[in-house]
Each structure stands twice: as structure tokens, then as C-alpha cells.
């Protein structure tokens, strides 16, 4: 008998508690809003002037021509491509340049070029390339970015062409081309 007073006793407790937990919860109501109110985002971007960089840049080995074959001017196709990076964020453009320095062999001995020019081809409307750039001269234009060439841009290919004089001398020649990048360009 006492078992089934405690039994019952436990039964009327927990449901008493049961009850009791659910007085003291917390109720949720699903409230429609009363109104709406936006914020704003703002962010100001400024202009890194040094964030403008030449990627890669094509080099030339003509490899291995006669003299007779090397007084006809001879073009090669370099590689890689000439590429720019513009992260500046303007419409300032720019403009590459490139100029070739003497080719000389092992003996310090010039190579006596007639002419070394650059044709650059490109495919993008913000770009203007080059047509017979005069690199050894001096300082040629060969690509020009205008004010919408922002992002990373390439050309299509950068063809060199050589011409040697006929009093050139056997031997293996090397030398060096100085591309430049400039702010700048013709909008």
C-alpha cells in the first residue's frame, strides 16, 4: 500500500512540475513589424600609384643565321607576351617602351646592327600596338593603354626583327631589352 501511495505521489509531482515549467517558459509570438528603417554601406577607394606593373615581357633569340642570311632583316616571334597589370583604379592609361641595348660577344666586340624593331599585334580595343618601333635607336613606344585598359592586359604576339650590316664577324652575341612602363597615355 505504501508503494502505491509513493507511486501516485511521484505521478502527482512530476506532472505538478511539469505544469510548473511550463508557467515559468518564456512564450514566443510570431509579431508581424511595426516598421522598417535602411542603413547604408559606404566604401572609398583611392588610387595606388604604384600599383601598375609589367607582368612579363617577351625575349628574342634569332638563333643561328649566316652572314649573308643575317644582312635580310629577320623576325621572330618573342615570348612570353608582353603583359601590364593596371590596379590603379584611373583612367590614366599608359604607355611601354622598350630600347635595345649592343649585342656584343664574348670579346666585348659589337654587333653591327643596321636595325632591331618591335610590331606588337593586339586584340584589345583599350590597347594600341606598334608597327616597325624602332628599338635600337633609342627609346620606342611599343603599347599604349588608354583610360579603360585597367586589369591585367596582354598582347596577341611581339614579333623582333634584326638586320645586320655585311662586315659582321662570326661569333655568338648577346644583349639586353630595357622595357620601361609610364603613366600615361593618349585617350
Known sequence: M???????MRALLGATALV???????ILINAAPL???NGSTTLSLTSDPSAITLDTVPSFDWGSLTTKAAINENGIVGSPALQVTDSRGTDAGYQVTAKATDMQNIDEVNLP?????LDTAVSDASLTGATNAD???GEALILSGNGNSNGTKQTQSTKGNIKISNNAKVGTYTGTIVYTINDGALR
Open 35 to 37: 516598421a522598417n528603417s
Open 2 to 8: 505504501f508503494n502505491l501511495y509513493a507511486n501516485r
Open 113 to 117: 646592327i643596321v636595325s632591331m624593331t
Open 135 to 137: 628599338i635600337k635607336s
Open 20 to 26: 510548473g515549467g511550463l508557467l515559468t517558459a518564456p
